[in-house]
């Protein structure tokens, strides 16, 4: 029987994200929000680590430590804080907790933190003496396939990529408003991308079948899970050239500040891994056009992947007219990655009506009003339009490989990227 572990927090985007992390990997866990319950569920079923969180509701997690320890001085506990300070994790580590780990919870600092408490406990084999194996879990049984090939597919110079260690990134959902999670995990050679829902681990690959709403957002579905906003994601996966990822998320991808920049700052700082193998290229034959009027959206042949982009909008917005060409990740992340998603007073009852926009926080969009921005600074003067290019190239990630071809647009959004991908894949089937 495998090692059992408690976790403690008042918020349940962390308590599913974190226990699912654990069972991944192994292990058994139990869950609660309460400091009361905690030391009940201590009392009874002795944990053999337990993560508690320093802010609780009806009890402080510094005073529940204690009362840990009181129950059993062997206690092996680490706190876990979004709002601590040094001063704090001093006193937990002198009022004997192993140690103290910052929100967000990287994946890598958990795990660690996790088998140096087991070990220092002297509880790394579970009850039935079996020892600790990190490798066995669920996902390791999953088979992640690529996409189907197409005759549009090449061999390319480039190597397959993923991520060079594993991270949980957390935040706000910004259509569904709730605290949402992510695990990204590396996956090997020839996988592809893939979401896994949490907590029902329903698997969505990240292809062109998967899109099931296109309405202010890409949204993936399957089996009847969902998961929404996920083209800023793709989008920094499409520029950084990661092939093969696995993304464990809670019901909506976290918004962020409404950029793709922390996404692309996650990936370098956990790491992007080449894999040996070339990867597959989808490369551009001929024209290809979604739209009409003067809405279009057109792809042609290109030696590269580039998108420009002309929108035009009542003041303060204007007319915008952006070319932005995929020289690499540095170009995208200084170019493009920093534009947030914007959205306009007018149509806060409409997006309201559709259950839509309730994550929208003064620090993660654009408001425009009827003759300025209210709530920021922009950070280009065109910033409305690097945005839609950056929805542009997450969406055209969903046909499952880097492209190479030359994208103009006008006037389009989620649904015409989608309509423009299945006109390629009809042709080229």
């Known amino acids: 029987m495998k090692p059992l572990v408690l976790i403690v927090d008042d918020e349940p985007g962390i308590l599913t994200q974190l226990s699912h992390i654990l069972e991944d990997e192994g292990f058994r866990t139990l869950v609660t929000g309460s400091g009361e319950e905690a030391l009940e569920l201590y009392r009874g079923r002795r944990p053999s680590v337990v993560f508690l969180d320093i802010w609780l509701p009806d009890r402080d997690g510094l005073e529940t430590l204690r009362a840990i320890r009181d129950i059993d001085a062997r206690a092996a506990v680490i706190m876990i804080s979004g709002h601590g300070t040094a001063p704090t994790a001093v006193k937990a580590i002198k009022m004997g907790a192993y140690d103290y780990l910052e929100k967000p919870l990287a994946y890598n600092r958990v795990l660690e933190a996790l088998t140096g408490a087991l070990a220092a406990s002297g509880r790394e084999e579970g009850a039935e003496g079996e020892a600790l194996d990190l490798e066995k879990g669920p996902e390791h049984a999953r088979v992640f396939l690529q996409p189907p090939g197409l005759p549009l597919l090449r061999d390319s110079e480039t190597p397959q990529r993923t991520v060079a260690s594993s991270t949980v990134i957390y935040g706000l959902g910004l259509h569904s408003g709730n605290r949402t999670g992510m695990v990204i995990q590396p996956l090997p050679v020839n996988s592809g991308i893939h979401f896994v829902t949490l907590p029902k681990g329903t698997q969505i690959p990240a292809y062109l079948d998967s899109v099931a709403d296109t309405e202010y957002a890409t949204t993936l579905s399957r089996e009847g899970e969902s998961i929404r906003t996920v083209e800023h994601l793709l989008a920094a996966l499409h520029a950084c050239g990661i092939t093969n990822l696995l993304v464990k998320v809670h019901g909506e991808i976290p918004v962020m500040d409404g950029s793709a920049l922390e996404f692309c700052e996650r990936l370098e700082e956990v790491g992007i891994e080449n894999q040996g193998l070339p990867r597959k290229e989808l490369v551009i034959d001929r024209r290809y056009e979604a739209g009409s009027g003067d809405k279009r959206l057109v792809i042609e042949p290109a030696e590269n992947f580039s998108v420009s982009y002309r929108l035009h909008y009542p003041p303060p917005v204007g007319e915008q007219f952006y070319a932005f ?48 921005v209210i709530n920021t600074e922009l950070r280009f003067p065109d910033e409305f339009v690097r945005h839609k290019i950056l929805d542009i190239i997450g969406d055209l990630y969903l046909l499952g490989y880097p492209l190479r071809g030359s994208v103009t647009a006008s006037f389009t959004g989620h649904r015409d990227n989608i309509a423009l991908q299945r006109a390629i894949l009809g042709a080229s089937a």
């Open 325 to 372: 060409t995929m020289w690499g990740f540095e170009a995208f992340k200084t170019e493009i990655a920093p534009a947030r998603t914007f959205g306009f007073m007018r149509d806060l009852p409409m997006m309201a009506e559709l259950g839509l926009g309730s994550g929208g926080r003064l620090d993660n969009c654009i408001l425009v009003g009827d003759d300025h």
